[in-house]
């Protein structure tokens, strides 16, 4: 009597499910990362506009105020105060930041007899809090200095323009898009870790757990291949992973179109195509998460080493895309691989550039067939008895 | 039927690693050969670490011989495992339950496996819940089942497909009197209806009263086998539990 290996597949995958979706601890990590990926890039993006909008006070150190008045007066409108008049609560802040500007005693004498003047500024130039103020420091004094050169010359009867040789003008040839490109790289990279995390927990628990509750020695005493085992248990792991990409995926259109990105000039929206493309992207990479996850479990010897190792495998998705932008000219077969191919064409996808379909339908098989691949090896191991009973 | 021929299992004696030295292996089962016919229990006794386990392991291929084989109505465990072990009941040494199932997911998991369906199936678990007397616990989550409980899940998902052949490996440790006495009997059908029962124990009374054949296996060895009252002859004692502290005691002369 041959049992049919489709009937027995149901009955294991209908198993898989029930116990996934009555372990309330393992479906409740696996939706964490869909509700924080909308709340991180939220809060994140709400950071980025302020910053790169408003112009807040900085308090800077300055010895011979008395020399300079009408200077002083330019930094005022600029924001740029006093460290005197700090308020008490940021004076530790900006006593360590310690920016200090000292004018010398001969300012208004040199002024007047038009000699160049040398004021110092002096800051911590490594440290990035200091960066911005420098940079507003610098071009206050800069903007207030060159209307007084620009001032001498006019009395003398000379046109300004002549001091102007070459004007650049630049024409940035990015798409609107692009300039939400800090919040896509995150939605990218957060999409990924979804489609990581959210099957992790029960790719552990159905296959280290399974063999230390010594459930699965008694499943594979039983007239089944272990390809369908394997397969059974795959499927279920991806679902959740499928099901956490997808949460992520629309908790964070939703949650974007709160944040008025306009006021930094970019614009960030989910069309339907996009939608597509990046589920039609994330499928195969949440089938190719869970098999890794799994394989690692299988080898492990327990369950405490199959959670350390398979926690390991979560810096992939991390690390990946990272080391992408850190790579110039990046070798054609980084495209083809999967994550990196993947991570590369949602990036293409969320700048607004074209996209191969090809590309994506080749990166997809590259994934896929490397999945099979995984689902043949852990059905060869489970044949084996070191890996049943965790011997060695 | 179940024959068992000449299997030899050994265990750790590979050089593994580089740095690894080389052990002398364990030997588990030396030329270990018997059979266990149809409509007759069949017990396997042996002292601790003699080897049982570790032969029933082999027979329903989750071990790997070194060398001999083992046969199931004919067909080669290693040949055609799947074959195989549609024809066997397994109640395993080590056995676990799924916490977040009731007792009923569980037994028709494993019916489905074995390829049951629609009514079939439903009638084959009510059947083996009846028959194992476990009515009230079918559909309660088995988290927190007592030994005895849990043990009565294992046996009615090992029997639910009415295996030919049915192995259990200690099948009494942790039931109370009733229960035992429920498997008993429930044995003694199954032998009734022709099936091949083999059975591994430590109760001498469990297998005195239900045997049909005993095998004494002793250092991955076929120490003795027969009757338990032929083993008694044999050893010129009254009781099987004497018989088999000699049998065991002496090596050599014994050995049939």
């Known amino acids: ?392 | 039927m179940i024959e068992v021929n000449n299997l030899r299992k050994s265990f750790g004696g590979a050089k593994k690693g580089w740095f690894q030295k080389e052990k002398t292996p364990v030997i588990a089962l030396d030329s270990l050969s018997f059979t266990a016919n149809d409509g007759e229990i069949t017990g396997i006794l042996g002292p601790n670490g003699a080897g049982k386990t570790t032969c029933l392991r082999t027979l329903y291929g989750l071990l790997k011989a070194d060398g001999g084989s083992a046969i199931i109505d004919g067909i080669n465990v290693v040949e055609n495992p799947i074959e195989a072990r549609s024809r066997l009941g397994i109640f395993p040494d080590k056995f676990g339950l799924y916490e977040r199932l009731t007792a009923y997911e569980q037994i028709d998991y494993f019916a489905s496996i074995h390829g049951l369906q629609g009514s079939a199936k439903h009638q084959a678990i009510e059947t083996v819940i009846n028959d194992l007397e476990m009515t009230e616990l079918a559909h309660r989550k088995t988290l927190g089942f007592s030994q005895g409980q849990r043990m009565k899940v294992t046996l009615a998902q090992a029997l639910v497909h009415q295996p030919k052949n049915f192995v259990l490996d200690e099948p009494t440790r942790g039931l109370d009197v009733m229960s035992t006495r429920v498997l008993r009997n429930y044995l003694a059908r199954f032998k009734e209806k022709g099936h091949c029962i083999l059975f591994s124990s430590h109760v001498m009374q469990e297998v005195a009263a239900l045997c049909d054949r005993v095998i004494i296996v002793s250092n991955g060895k076929l120490a003795a086998q027969g009757t338990p009252k032929e083993l008694c002859e044999l050893a010129g004692e009254t009781q099987l539990e004497e018989a088999f502290v000699k049998i065991i005691g002496s090596d050599e002369g014994v050995a049939a």
């Open chain 1, 1 to 392: 009597m041959m049992i049919s290996s489709l009937s027995q597949f149901k009955a294991l995958l209908s198993k898989e499910l029930k116990e996934a979706f009555r372990d309330k601890r393992a479906m409740m990590l696996a939706m964490t990362m869909a509700v924080m990926a909308p709340v991180m890039i939220f809060a994140m993006s709400k950071v980025m506009i302020k910053e790169a909008v408003e112009t807040p006070a900085i308090y800077l150190k300055i010895s011979g105020v008395e020399y300079a008045p009408k200077l002083i007066k330019a930094l005022n409108n600029d924001n740029i105060l006093l460290f005197d008049d700090v308020p008490n609560n940021k004076k530790t802040i900006w006593d360590e930041r310690n920016l200090t500007l000292t004018i010398p005693q001969s300012f208004n004498q040199d002024m007047l007899d038009g000699k160049p003047i040398d004021i110092y500024l002096s800051a911590d130039y490594s440290e990035k809090a200091n960066l911005s103020p420098i940079r507003r420091i610098k071009s206050t004094i800069n903007i207030y200095a060159r209307s007084i050169g620009y001032k001498r010359l006019l009395i003398r009867g000379i046109d300004v323009r002549l001091l102007q040789v070459v004007n650049i003008i630049e024409q940035d040839t990015s798409l609107p898009n692009s300039n939400a490109m800090i919040i896509s790289m995150m939605l990218g990279l957060y999409l990924l870790m979804a489609a990581f995390m959210s099957g992790l927990p029960v790719a552990i628990d159905a296959s280290a757990g399974e063999r230390e509750r010594n459930v699965l020695e008694m499943l594979l005493c039983q007239p089944v291949s272990t390809v369908n085992i394997v397969m059974a248990k795959l499927c279920c792991a991806s679902l959740i992973a499928c099901i956490g990409v997808l949460l992520t995926l629309s908790l964070t259109s939703f949650s974007v179109s709160f944040i008025d990105l306009t006021k930094i000039g970019a614009s960030f929206s989910l069309d339907f195509f996009t939608i597509v493309a990046l589920i039609l992207l994330l499928i195969p990479i949440c089938f190719f998460a869970s098999a890794l996850q799994l394989f690692v479990a299988f080898q492990s010897k327990n369950f405490k080493e199959a959670q350390s190792m398979v926690s390991m495998i979560i810096m992939l998705p991390a690390m990946v895309p990272v080391i992408m932008m850190f790579v110039d000219d990046k070798p054609k077969w980084l495209n083809w691989l999967p994550i990196s191919g993947q991570s590369l064409i949602m990036e293409n996808l969320f700048k607004g550039l074209p996209v191969s379909w090809w590309l994506m339908i080749f990166t997809g098989l590259v994934t896929v067939s490397m999945t099979i691949l995984l689902v043949f090896l852990m059905a060869k191991k489970l044949r084996s008895e070191t890996v049943v009973l965790a011997l060695s």
